[in-house]
């Protein structure tokens, strides 16, 4: 049986999701709630040992960030040691992004103990760098498809040192770093050992 399978650019799936929006009605919001829903369903049936492990997320300021931190809210009940560092200030969260990161930060406060960190830049980075990489699993939700211009400074070091890092990355929509069109790293890019995208799978996965 003939398998068809569709590759869209960032600049299609971003009209794709605007018009789902717009026309059907549907709220940011739910769609970013579904993404983080079964992203968690592919991240558990990749790495099942949760329970045992160690779990780091970080997340940008995008969209891609708020897919992220709705994988924390659910990991957070599952697993025993999960921590988020969302990697910019607070107050540069907007959307559902926003609304993602005070649901989690409820979540938090329900829980006890310190589980989410800001990470504004490079020199607060550096602060966290070891505590970081002494996780065993982690979830890349820092750059999107939109990305086209060469990752530098501070989110370069972040890159870094994930792919220094001796646990698997799991990496939402696009490994960050990596051209969502032609699939070339944009100066470098997260090595992730599964991918969970969105809506259709990008051209530059291929």
Known sequence: MEVIMY????????????KTIE??????????????RKAIDMFMADFPEIHSKKICILAG?????????????YLLNKAKAVNTFVCTAREKLKGDALTNLILLETLCREKGGQHLFFIPDLEAFEKFRSAIRHHDLFVDGLLATGLNTPVRG?????????????????????????DADTGMPLGICIKAQATATFGFAKAGHF
């Open 23 to 36: 026309n059907f009605g549907l709220a940011g919001q739910i769609l970013m709630e579904n993404a983080g």
């Open 61 to 73: 300021r995008g969209n891609n960030g708020g897919d992220a931190l709705v994988m924390a809210r």
């Open 7 to 18: 590759l869209v650019t960032a600049a299609e799936m971003r009209e794709m999701d605007r």
């Open 154 to 178: 501070f989110f370069r070091e972040v890159i870094t040192t994930l792919n220094e890092s001796a646990g698997p990355v799991f990496s939402l929509d696009i490994p960050s770093g990596l």
